[in-house]
């Protein structure tokens, strides 16, 4: 087994006062992901898994338990410290790109670098490297507004990497795309992760995109619910997740 890069351990999240109406949307969730993997989680809507994601990135805190990045207990730093952690240590892919409008795709990736201070003679180099990796080196100089859908995600892509985070964490990052541009995003995380290592986490409703993973958690009511690994091929996986997403729940609520 390698290096643990996201320890969760018994997390809790329990939105609402005490002695108000308190909703429990993580339920002591526990799990690993070794450095290098490729992690899916899926669940009902409502299961929690965007809180899950939340609470792993640093976007909002548990009410219960611990979660460590990269060696790092997150659940106990003050909100300057997360910033810095943050910006240093994880790399976010949305749904919806999050890509500056009147920024170039060039300016857009070198964003993570810009704000940490690195000068740009050191920039260029990165963010050339990062853009071959994902195939958009001819679209650096465009901004947002005249791309197509799939290359605004890989660079959002290419952004989430540039500063060689510890974690990439994404959140239905083929939700606005269609099918062809969906499959190609996954076959550049894929790269990615068998390549160079990434590690990622990814949230998603769609078992397609999961099937690109190594491994996908099941959350249901807040709670991991069941755990698969792939063995086989993709197109195996792919049934695997879904026979698990038809076991606990009706089809029409997994999309
Ligand atoms: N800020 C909040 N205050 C109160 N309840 C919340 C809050 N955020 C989420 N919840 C509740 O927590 C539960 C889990 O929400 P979450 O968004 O994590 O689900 P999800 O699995 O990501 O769902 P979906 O697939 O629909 O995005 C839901 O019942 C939701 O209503």
Known sequence: MGTTVVNVKDVQKVFGKRNE???????????????????????????????????????????GGAIQIAGTDITHMKQGQLADFRSEQLGFIFQDFNLLENLTVYENIALPLSLQGVPSRKIKPSVQEVAAKLGITNILEKYPATISGGQKQRAAAARALVHEPAIILADEPTGALDSKSA?????????????????????????????????????????????????????????????????????????
């Open 183 to 255: 499959k190609s995003l996954m076959e550049a995380m894929v790269h990615l992760h068998k390549n160079h290592h990434v590690s990622i986490m990814l949230v998603t409703h769609d078992p397609l995109s999961a099937s690109y993973c190594d491994r996908i958690l099941f959350i249901q009511d807040g709670e991991l619910y069941k755990e698969i690994f792939r063995k086989g091929s993709r197109n195996e996986f792919h049934q695997t997740i879904l026979d698990a997403l038809s076991e606990f729940t009706s089809p029409d609520e997994v999309e």
């Open 21 to 63: 109406n308190q909703y429990r949307a993580l339920n002591g969730v526990s799990f690993n992901i070794q450095e290098g993997e490729f992690v899916g989680v899926m669940g009902p809507s409502g299961a929690g898994k965007t809180t899950l994601l939340n609470v792993v990135s640093t976007l909002d805190k548990p009410t």
